[in-house]
């Protein structure tokens, strides 16, 4: 079982629509968790970190149920900026290392 | 502040050819990483480093050197270029302190194939 995992999608949504994704982790002991965003040929870039009592950030919620393992993100009146990569990143006790999942695809269409 | 830059944007290689993929930050950040993205993939970390002088293996070190002279420099070397090295590299550095996490910025990339 890989330690993080995504579905590749993609998730193809009209403007104006709520979608969501999960990632699974496998390691109990994992502290931290993280999603990115990745545009096509670009670097990735910290979107927003997922804390235990959830967080939001405009159209952007993430949560995080330790019970299940997962974590998720919901965009909310998708725009067709938010077309990208979503990469979730886990972080483990100890040294600052952080897994990758492979990434869900979100392509916005007008 | 140019953040994290890396060069050279492209190369390619042939097959057994060495060469070395430069990242440098002007953050003051200790820890620097370097990883692999094959496409469809997540990245894959290479080798890190927690400050100068001292780096460790990741996830895939096979076919890689790296070395850390300075805070602002983490080349990664490839001595004998093979077909699988064909990906995009990514060096990344962050401040650490205790064991508190603080976000990784990433360089633009290098985009590498091995023929």
């Known amino acids: 079982r890989k330690e993080v995992e995504q579905d590749p999608g993609p998730f193809n949504v009209p403007e104006g629509a709520t979608v969501a994704f999960n990632c699974t982790y496998s390691n109990s002991a994992s502290q931290s968790f993280f999603w990115y965003r990745q545009d096509c040929r670009k670097e990735p870039k910290l979107l927003m970190s997922?804390?235990?009592s959830g967080n939001e950030d405009g159209r952007f919620t993430a949560q995080l149920n330790r019970a299940s393992q997962y974590i998720s993100l919901l965009i909310r009146d998708s725009k067709l900026s938010d077309s990208a990569t979503y990469l979730c990143a886990v972080m483990n006790t100890g040294f600052q290392k952080l897994v990758f999942g492979t990434g869900t695809r979100l392509l916005v269409s007008p | 502040n140019a953040g994290v830059t890396q060069t050279p944007k492209f190369r390619i290689l042939k097959i057994g050819q060495s060469m070395t993929l430069q990242c440098a930050q002007d953050m003051n950040h200790n820890y620097m990483y370097w990883y692999r993205q094959d496409p469809g993939m997540g990245l894959k970390l290479i080798y890190y480093s927690v400050g100068a002088g001292i780096t460790d293996k990741g996830e895939v070190p096979n076919g890689y050197n790296v070395s850390r002279s300075t805070t602002e420099d983490f080349p990664l070397r490839l001595e004998l270029a093979a077909p699988s090295q064909t990906s995009v590299y990514f060096c990344?550095?962050?401040?650490?302190?205790?064991?508190?996490?603080?976000?990784?910025?990433f360089g633009p990339g290098t985009r590498l194939t091995v023929l």
């Open positions: 990344a550095s962050s401040y650490q302190s205790g064991s508190s996490y603080n976000e990784q910025f």
């Open positions: 997922v804390y235990s």
